[in-house]
């Protein structure tokens, strides 16, 4: 039995992709099961709910020397804690990759919008059946990874495949459909700091002993996150040197609007964010127009930084 | 136009793979042309002969910020010297992995016997035409690699791909012409000592300051390599310190009775791999039976080691 995992701080694409590629390998008489590494977030949760889906369960170590499926993450710190034990046996994923093995193993690792999107292809491809339900899923999943098409890191391959998944699962108004969406994520509730930080958070090892927290928050209310930059400020203090980070930053991503608001932990952390992205600070919040994604324009420009 | 490469130290199946690719490319209107890293084999140059392909260029450094494609490999050191200046657009490969990307690129990566077999697979899944030279070429670098399927790193897929191309193909004798691959291959004239060591030689990183060569000289003729031990182990010595390695082996695989005779550097190689092959020294000669890939038999016990 191989285990099907998506990466910690789950999101909609990782669950959805996760869940619909396990039947995938069943119509192919592959045994494995998806399952989450934490708790979903209100707009996965949405989701399920509308679609009347059953939740893949939740799961926080696996037994040593199993077969495990990364999906839509490649990078250890990203995965399940025990990684080092368990045998990788295949990896689907539209991240930038770093990545070592003891051997060949199956990868397919293509720069679209969402791990969903590589799943609809795959069922497109072999001409494997796709219920209506699975497709809701997989429409979900490329939606709230693209924001609707609004990311950069949209392809129109995303927009062709989307088409094609809603001919199967129906859905009457797309626009509205992502609405809800993202208003169900917007919705966090009295989330507690750290878990609202660590909603959509992931911790990148840009080099030897630089690594760097990067936490997002998209939302269609941008006020939630900003009335409570001191708390955060303070949380991310501690996360940073609680983990040994050399930096962590929150981004406040307005998706309507496609702008981002960047909380820091301290000076030093400002600074370079400044630096980079060649902003300024306005009480404690540094403003960046026209990002919305942490993928494709965030990370390759601290990448690049490091790579020098 | 973006540039295809293979591996440095060249074989058939890294040059057939880029070359077939290029057409496979061209078929979707891509502009791609296939290079070779350094001076094709006998074997491959035999290939070539008698398909009555012309050999791709060889280019030794690309200009900056090129795309390339990476076909059966994906570890720098094994890659073109300014591979730090050039865009990596796509690496198709069928190694274990060692790689950091910027962003998110297109990855096939698959566990068969050569790069060849995932070449076929592309054709036959999207239906484009293979020409008989081109399945000819694939044909080459299938049983090239997997040693007409004598290694363990033959599956089940490549035997089924080598079946169908070769309706295509229409070769009468497969075994006849492995033979005939097999014997070019170890029909090496007058070859220099280091060349002799390099014909077939990867560099692995296996862990900070843990550089390892290793070369092999896969042969129908195994007295060849070995008559001449002295010379190899002085010259062995001599790259060792040169590119400042931790270790250096050279490995005559006689291919036809599936053994391997290993010659080292010095006493602190020969001990490790006494250790990790539990063999023993033969007159300055390591014997191992059944062992013929590097990939699947030697590989892992070394990266095992060094994961410790």
């Known amino acids: 039995?191989?285990?099907?995992?998506?990466?910690?701080?789950?999101?909609?694409?990782?669950?959805?992709?996760?869940?619909?590629?396990?039947?995938?390998?069943?119509?192919?008489?592959?045994?494995?099961?998806?399952?989450?590494?934490?708790?979903?977030?209100?707009?996965?949760?949405?989701?399920?709910?509308?679609?009347?889906?059953?939740?893949?369960?939740?799961?926080?170590?696996?037994?040593?020397?199993?077969?495990?499926?990364?999906?839509?993450?490649?990078?250890?710190?990203?995965?399940?804690?025990?990684?080092?034990?368990l045998d990788i046996v295949e990896i689907i994923d539209h991240h930038k990759v770093k990545l070592e093995t003891d051997k060949p193993i199956r990868i397919h690792i293509e720069p679209l919008g969402s791990s969903c999107s590589i799943i609809a292809k795959k069922y497109f491809k072999s001409g494997r059946e796709i219920s209506p339900q699975n497709a809701s899923l997989l429409l979900a999943g490329i939606i709230s990874d693209t924001l609707h098409f609004r990311s950069p890191t949209t392809t129109d391959q995303d927009k062709e495949?989307?088409?094609?998944?809603?001919?199967?699962?129906?859905?009457?108004?797309?626009?509205?459909?992502?609405?809800?969406?993202?208003?169900?994520?917007?919705?966090?509730?009295?989330?507690d700091t750290e878990e609202l930080i660590k909603l959509d958070y992931k911790v990148f090892d840009f080099a030897e002993g630089q690594k760097f927290g990067i936490g997002v928050m998209e939302t269609t209310d941008k006020e939630f996150g900003l009335k409570r930059k001191d708390e955060i400020v303070k949380k991310l203090k501690e996360i940073k040197e609680k983990d040994n980070l050399q930096g962590i930053y929150f981004m406040i991503i307005d998706i309507l609007e496609e702008e981002g608001y960047t909380l820091c932990a301290d000076e030093e952390d400002s600074k370079l964010f400044i630096k980079l992205f060649n902003t300024e600070d306005q009480n404690g919040v540094l403003f960046v127009d026209n990002v919305v994604s942490r993928k494709k324009q965030i990370m390759p420009i601290f990448q690049q930084y490091f790579n020098k």
Chains 1, 2 share one sequence.
């Open 161 to 191: 495949l989307t088409e094609k998944l809603n001919k199967i699962a129906q859905i009457e108004d797309l626009e509205k459909f992502s609405l809800e969406m993202f208003n169900a994520k917007s919705d966090l509730g009295n989330i």
């Open 1 to 85: 039995m191989k285990y099907i995992i998506g990466h910690i701080s789950p999101d909609t694409d990782t669950i959805c992709s996760a869940l619909v590629y396990e039947d995938y390998l069943k119509q192919k008489n592959i045994e494995a099961k998806a399952y989450a590494l934490g708790h979903l977030n209100n707009e996965t949760k949405f989701v399920f709910k509308k679609f009347n889906v059953k939740e893949p369960e939740h799961i926080h170590e696996i037994p040593k020397n199993s077969e495990i499926i990364l999906l839509d993450h490649n990078e250890e710190t990203q995965s399940i804690n025990n990684i080092n034990d």
